[in-house]
T-cell receptor, first 114, second 111 residues
């Protein structure tokens, strides 16, 4: 079964701790993305990667970091510098890096920081 | 700048048609999309339309594009309770890496 997996589905952390969200895809897609979703708002792009070992900041990258060591994996670390980390995080992938109509989403991870 | 706007809520009766509207600002948009999100889940691409098209139909879904007014709509015929979800309008352009999403329209279907 091809697709994107995100784990865990729910994550709880204390303020001041870094936390890493997992995103894996077996679709052989080049591009991968991380979005943040808050109630009543559209998705906001955190980071994206067009190719292994390369990634770019999105609109709200502050307080987040990523790596792309393998084509299949694009983990997101929410650092203690992120002022308001509680949100729903969505990972996506796309077969091409630009102009592709197809963006496939994972099921999301809901992060709660107290 | 780039912006996609849509109303936040829509309520319809089961069996009626639903029409979800969206406006966008980027005239260079090449692709316009409708995504569906069910509670606690990721987004699912429903359909998309190229900017040189006026209309696209796919079973119960009809997408209309008015490029002059930068207005996109999604019509769902014979709406069912299973259509209750959040529907996101989005745009992107050839050569770009970003997809710009609206805030989403929450569709309530009353039995």
């Amino acid at each position: 079964d091809g697709g994107i997996t995100q784990s865990p589905k729910y994550l709880f952390r204390k303020e001041g701790q870094n936390v890493t969200l997992s995103c894996e895809q077996n679709l052989n897609h080049d591009a991968m993305y991380w979005y943040r979703q808050d109630p009543g708002q559209g998705l906001r792009l955190i980071y994206y990667s067009q190719i292994v070992n390369d990634f770019q900041k999105g609109d709200i990258a502050e307080g987040y970091s990523v790596s792309r060591e393998k084509k299949e994996s694009f983990p997101l670390t929410v650092t203690s510098a992120q002022k308001n980390p509680t949100a729903f995080y969505l990972c996506a992938s796309s077969p091409r890096t630009s102009g592709s109509p197809e963006q496939y989403f994972g099921p999301g991870t809901r992060l709660t920081v107290t | 700048g780039e912006d996609v706007e849509q109303s936040l809520f829509l309520s319809v009766r089961e069996g009626d048609s639903s029409v979800i509207n969206c406006t966008y600002t980027d005239s260079s948009s090449t692709y316009l999309y409708w995504y569906k999100q069910e509670p606690g889940a990721g987004l699912q691409l429903l359909t998309y339309i190229f900017s040189n098209m006026d209309m696209k139909q796919d079973q119960r879904l009809t997408v209309l594009l008015n490029k002059k007014d930068k207005h996109l709509s999604l019509r769902i015929a014979d709406t069912q309770t299973g259509d209750s979800a959040i529907y996101f309008c989005a745009e992107s352009y050839t050569g770009g890496f970003k997809t710009i999403f609206g805030a989403g329209t929450r569709l309530f279907v009353k039995a």
